[in-house]
C-alpha cells in the first residue's frame, strides 16, 4: 500500500460538521459518511493549481469534467456513458428532490427499500409525494428483496418511482445482476421509472462487484436515472458536486428544468476541478483505500465475534458503513445511541433514521485509521459489556 490511511488526521477546530457540531471536545464520531482520511494527492494538487489563480467567479463546467466522468465509468465499471446526457449539480440529496419534483406530482407514490438512507424520506415528503416501503427481508447477515411485495407496490398506479440505493445504505449490499434485473423488470411492467442512488458505487469490498442499474440492458437505460458523485469515495462532500444520468431525452429535459428551479444548478471551480483529478488520477489511491477499508472491516468483525457475539454485523459488501444488530438488548436504537453519546463519547447513528426497520440496529463509520476505530470498537464493548445493558 504507498498511501498511509494509518495517518492520525486532525480536524476537530476546523468547522469540520463531523467533528465540530460533537457536543463535547472528547467525543469521538462515528456518525455520518465523511471519512477521516486525507483525500487522493492528485486532488490536492488540482486545488492547489486552481487556488493560485486567485480569481473565483462563476464556473463554466468543461467538456473535460463530462469526459472524466465517461471515462471513470466505462474503466472501472464498464458503463458505457454519453456525455451528452450528463448534468451537474452540487450534490445526490439535491438531485434526488430535483428528480423527484420533477417526475412527479404532489400524491404520488414513491417506493424504498427500507432500512434506507435517511435523505430519501425528506426528498419524497418536500414533494408532496407518499412514501411506500418494499422492506427488505434479513437473511442470516444479509439482506435480501422481498420482491413479491416489491411487485405488489409497483402495480399500484400512484407509484411513479423507485429510489434504489446500489450500493446499499445502511444494509452494505452490494446489488448483483439478477437482483437489479428483477427489480428493472417489475418496474417496466408497471411504468416505475428507478432513480439510482450510486453515490458508493466505488466503496466496494474483495469479492464483491458494483452494477450500475442502468448499464443492464437498453431498456433499462431508457427507464433509468443514476445520481453519481465522488464525493464518498474521495472524501469530497463539502465540494458539492454530483452528476446526473439519464439516456431518456424527455426525462433529462424535465430534470434540467427542476434543477433550474431549485437553484442546484450552478457548482463551483474547486469542485470542477477535483472530480476531475479524481476521475482521471485518482485510481491507485482509491484502489489502497479500498484495501484499507476492507482491514479495518476485518478487524471490526472479529472484535464483534470475539467480544461481543451477541450482536451480529450485518455483512459488509459495500460502503464503509457498518449495520450492527443490537437487539440483544433490551433498549431501543435511540436509547443505545444516547447512552453511547453521554457515557462513553461516542458518536453513531440510530438506526430508527433509516426507516422502522432500524430499530435495535446502530450505523458506525469505520473510514478513520485503524487505531481510531479500535477506540470506538472499545467503548461499545465497554457499553454492552457493563451493567448499563442489563
Not at 452490494?174 to 458505487?201: F, K, M, S, Y
Request: net charge negative; charged share 20%; glycine share 6%.
Amino acid at each position: 500500500m504507498n498511501h498511509n490511511f494509518d495517518q492520525m488526521t486532525q480536524r476537530r477546530g476546523t468547522d469540520c460538521t463531523k467533528w465540530d457540531c460533537a457536543p463535547d471536545d472528547d467525543m469521538l464520531p462515528m456518525w455520518v459518511a465523511d471519512m477521516d482520511f486525507i483525500t487522493a494527492p492528485a486532488v490536492i494538487t488540482a486545488l492547489e493549481n486552481r487556488a493560485r489563480q486567485g480569481i473565483f467567479g462563476y464556473v463554466r463546467v468543461p467538456s473535460r469534467f463530462y469526459a472524466a466522468i465517461a471515462s471513470w465509468f466505462n474503466r472501472r465499471h464498464s458503463f458505457t456513458i454519453n456525455p451528452g446526457h450528463l448534468l451537474y449539480t452540487t450534490g445526490v440529496v439535491p438531485a434526488l428532490s430535483a428528480i423527484v419534483r420533477a417526475l412527479t406530482q404532489p400524491g404520488d407514490k414513491v417506493i424504498v427499500q427500507t432500512p434506507v438512507y435517511n435523505c430519501f424520506f425528506s426528498s419524497i415528503r418536500n414533494q408532496g409525494c407518499e412514501i411506500v416501503t418494499n422492506a427488505l427481508r434479513r437473511q442470516d447477515d444479509t439482506y435480501v428483496i422481498d420482491f413479491a411485495d416489491l411487485e405488489q407496490k409497483a402495480s399500484d398506479p400512484q407509484a411513479k418511482l423507485l429510489l434504489l440505493c446500489n450500493p446499499h445504505n445502511p444494509a452494505g449490499r452490494v446489488w448483483q445482476p439478477d437482483e437489479l434485473t428483477r427489480i428493472g423488470e417489475i418496474c417496466l411492467r408497471h411504468n416505475v421509472i428507478v432513480v439510482a442512488d450510486e453515490i458508493h458505487c466505488d466503496l466496494v469490498q474483495p469479492g464483491f462487484r458494483y452494477t450500475p442499474f442502468a448499464s443492464i440492458n437498453p431498456e433499462f437505460m431508457q427507464n433509468a436515472i443514476t445520481c453519481m458523485s465522488p464525493s464518498k469515495a474521495f472524501n469530497l462532500a463539502g465540494l458539492q458536486v454530483a452528476a446526473i444520468h439519464t439516456a431518456n431525452d424527455a426525462m433529462r429535459q424535465k430534470i434540467d428544468k427542476a434543477l433550474n428551479i431549485h437553484e442546484v444548478c450552478e457548482i463551483n471551480p474547486f469542485a470542477v476541478e477535483a472530480l476531475i483529478a479524481a476521475y482521471n488520477n485518482g485510481e491507485a489511491w482509491l484502489d489502497d483505500l479500498n484495501n484499507y477499508l476492507h482491514g479495518n472491516y476485518q478487524y471490526l468483525k472479529a472484535f464483534f465475534e470475539e467480544h461481543l457475539p451477541a450482536f451480529p454485523v450485518t455483512r459488509l459488501e459495500g460502503t464503509y458503513l457498518v449495520w450492527v444488530d443490537c437487539s440483544a438488548i433490551a433498549h431501543s436504537a435511540t436509547d443505545i445511541t444516547r447512552h453511547l453519546k453521554l457515557h462513553e463519547k461516542l458518536w453513531v447513528n440510530e438506526g430508527t433514521l433509516y426507516g422502522e426497520e432500524g430499530e435495535h440496529f446502530i450505523r458506525l463509520n469505520i473510514a478513520c485509521p485503524r487505531e481510531r476505530m479500535i477506540t470506538g470498537l472499545n467503548k461499545i464493548k465497554h457499553a454492552f459489556t457493563g451493567g448499563w445493558v442489563k
